[in-house]
């Protein structure tokens, strides 16, 4: 009987024992979870600004790249403009008789 109490006290202890180290790890992975969900929480906010960043910067790419075409065009006017007033120019100075020495300078 005496070792049967024995028995069970050592048993009893032991369970006790693995107890607390599950008690223990218990916390520490509490602990790391806790952890991991803040950094996952941090990293979702930076990809999301990152996210917002390279929407913003299509936008103004397509912006860019739409002022950039129009500018193309408007200079592609005003360079045929150019021609036809040089050419009025030609026109007008051979109609009044008189040469120019040289191409306007516009």
């Not at 600004?49 to 006017?77: M, S």
């Not at 036809?84 to 120019?89: E, F, P, S």
């Amino acid at each position: 009987l005496l070792d049967q109490q024995q028995a069970d006290s050592t048993v009893r202890a032991e369970l006790a024992r693995r107890c607390e180290e599950a008690r223990a790890d218990t916390a520490y992975y509490a602990e790391e979870a806790r952890e991991f969900q803040s950094e996952a929480a941090q990293l979702t906010q930076q990809l999301k600004a990152a996210e917002e960043v390279e929407e913003q910067d299509a936008v103004g790419l397509a912006r860019d790249t739409e002022a950039l075409q129009q500018a193309q065009q408007r200079a592609a006017a005003l360079s045929q403009e150019h021609g036809q007033l040089c050419d009025a120019l030609a026109a007008c100075a051979a109609d009044a008789g008189c040469e120019p020495q040289q191409e306007p300078q516009w």
